[in-house]
């Protein structure tokens, strides 16, 4: 499929830009927002208003999504009230798909991956 070989290409062109041994960091949105790695269960609920620390505050029904965004001038407290809201694409990957994307990157190999705060994050190495 066309997007799964664009993503492909922006990792191909990230492994481009390192030195033979160099490493590269991927952090990606994770679908699994509440996600607990040491139960495999889900956390507890989410505030809304994204005071937990370490939890994703999203939920995400499936992996392409358009996620609000508002403009935010320096220095102001974003309110939905008063400014222009915005969507923007994103793809959302679950557990296992960043990795076999950087395994179809010739050159490099998957260091680790790791869960952290909703996120999924790759390192690689060029080989």
């Known amino acids: 499929k066309q997007w799964y070989q664009r993503r492909v290409t922006v990792l191909e062109n990230l492994a481009g830009l390192l030195t033979p041994g160099g490493l590269g960091l991927v952090t990606v949105w994770a679908q699994e927002q509440h996600l607990d ?10 505030p809304t208003d994204g ?14 999504v358009f996620v609000d965004w508002q403009l935010k001038k320096p220095g102001s407290v974003p309110d939905k009230s008063g400014s222009k809201l915005y969507y923007r694409y994103y793809h959302v990957f679950v557990e ?6 950087i395994s179809q990157v010739p050159g490099v190999e998957l ?17």
């Not at 505050?57 to 992996?63: A, N, P, V, Y």
């Not at 680790?112 to 996120?119: M, Q």
């Open 37 to 46: 790695l040491e139960t495999t269960e889900s956390c507890r609920p989410c």
């Open 51 to 64: 005071t937990e620390e370490g939890v994703g505050r999203r939920h995400f029904d499936s992996q392409d």
């Open 96 to 101: 296992g798909e960043l990795a076999g994307l």
């Open 111 to 127: 260091v680790e991956v790791t869960y952290e705060k909703a996120n999924w994050c790759a390192v690689f190495r060029k080989l």
